[in-house]
């Protein structure tokens, strides 16, 4: 086992990649994302990881290298943020619809105009249908464990999807935490090498990337959805594999002091830190809130989601994105479908908080869950609420 | 002179290679000069390439599930990124090579491909970028002079005057308004080993082009030019006229540019007119003599220039 030290969540990462043994790194500089790819290009330039870093000149050609490179059978890595992923959104498609498993780790910030450094989830949801698999870190050893669980996941002959670990910028990326860095043999025992069935290889030519013509692009965009679907297995199975080897468990969905809420406070991210902290005091006061956070967001956990709202009266859907005329937030228009066929589902309240590096307080968690309270008898008139803004 | 050509034999009319790892049955039209100069240039190359194409005409016409006219691996992910993919497969089979998960000595040539709008325009910056980075691999542009597959629009590299469906001739134009972009003086100030130009009306100059480009170590970039009867509007048995023609009245110079160094490679002592070249194509019927005087101009201004660098 790995000894326990203090370090910067965006170093972990790049040392977690280095664990995964990455053979090929293509990265274009973002803030937040800086730390991780400076760290990549300082362990390749010691030596410490021998790998090709590609300097690329955007972050579409990055993502493009990236394809190039895991189509020609290479363990690969890149990391983004906000812009950086808008501009590669073509491609994104491309990656899961050509089964080429990239891992990315996506330091979450605001998207432009007004140009925001700062965290939200407004650049991660806007590429909610790429098909890649995504999951969301809450704090600096689940950003380590999801990368090499990323890369387990990806490769896997029943998968080859790619995969994208959001970690929220700044607020997880620049801090510094205790973070147990697993053992290199440990770490080649959970992942073995790359080796996919297909490649580009002269001793064996496949053509990649055909034309579709309309016979034929259907019949194709059914079997990735199928496929993706069934994802879902390895993610578990990878997950399991790793609590028995590491020690950590997790699940697509985690729940909080949720036995008796009447109210569920749904986030994701690293804003669980704080929501716990509001979920104790508010507990201590007598009221019955409890917290649900989704790990896993692509392919969305119905089930598991499904089980951990099952009972509950008000669920607060709390986004960190606004998406201008739609009848909710990302998540909660999400959770509001998945939950329609439900008997007994629980009323959803939606909220926006957070955008462009608003803080998401302790008192502002206490405020939507007083709402909920008051919705748990009266319908909203809105579709969706904003928190912790100024009214003028 | 560049050490991995000190044992280039070339090819002759009596060695050519019989195989053709672009298989016919494509689906491109009849007297297509842009698919002869990729059957070509794949026959200079043999079997152990890695092909990255963008999306434009030779993509379409090979590739329509399931048949391939590829018998080499080949990949297509988007119309301005073959440079950034190519990159990608160079520093894999690097790495692979380094870690024994490819054979060490197997030389695998790493080519990019993409059409004039692929190159000049949309995917520019990427091929600068692969260019500037100094991958081991080569780009070869496929210049029919507009966006042929989606209809024959402008690119930058369109030539003065010439119709297409967004640079139409009308009351206040002749066409396109502004002249050719000069693409292999911007690989060429990319300081690569090599640089050059080709055309499928000269077959072994352009598989020889080719095959040296691969040998060599570092960027390498060819420009071919590529006739296009359906985007032209000429007959499609005039195509490898036109190439002939586009080389003889210097609108089109054959060259190589070795280590910075130009050396014209078809030097054309007794030029023919401009003219001889224009009138064979739909796309420029409507030039008026002034027009078409201009151009003979310009011509003769830019091969002089070219002949002073090949002179340096
Ligand atoms: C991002 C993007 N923009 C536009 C297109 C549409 N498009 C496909 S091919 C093409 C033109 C290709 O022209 P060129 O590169 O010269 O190749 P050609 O077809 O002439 O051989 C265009 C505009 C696209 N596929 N992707
Ligand atoms: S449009 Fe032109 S370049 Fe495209 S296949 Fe036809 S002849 Fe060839
Ligand atoms: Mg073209």
Redesign the pocket.
Known sequence: MGKRVAMEVSIAIAEAVKLARAEVIAAYPITPQTHIVEHLSELVANGELDAEYVTVESEHSAISCCLGSVATGARTFTSTSSQGLALMHEILFIASALRLPVVMVVANRALSAPISIWNDHSDIMAQRDIGWIQTFAENGQEAVDLVLHAFRVAEDRNVMFPMIVNIDGFTLSHVIEPIVLPDQEDVDAFLPPFRPKYKLDPRKPISIGAVGVPEIYFEAKKAQDEAFKNSRRVILRAWKDFATRFGREYHPVETYRMEDAEVGLLIMGSLAETAMTAVDKMREEGKKVGLIRLRLWRPFPTKEFRKAVSGLPVLAVIDRALTPGASGGPVGTEVRSVLYHCARRPRVVNFVAGLGGRDVTVEDFEEMADRAFFYKKKRPKEAYELIGVRES | MIAELSKFKGFTVKNLPKDEPFAPGHR??Q?????LALRLAMKALGRDVIVASATG?MEI?SSPFPHTSWRVPWIHIAFENAAAVASGVEAALKVLKRHKRFPKNKRVSVVAMAGDGGTADIGLQALSGALERGHDFLYICLD?EAY??TGVQRSSATPYGAMTTTSPPGAKSFGQMTWKKNLPAIAVAHNIPYVATASPAFFLDLMNKVKKASLIKGPAYIHIF?P????WGCKGEDSIKLARLAVDTKIFPLYEVIEGKYYITRKVVRPKPVEEYLKLQRRFRHLTPEHIEEIQRRVDAEYEKLLKLAEL
């Open positions: 491109a039209c007297g297509c000069g842009e698919v005409c016409i029919n042929m597959n590529s296009c009867p359906t985007g």
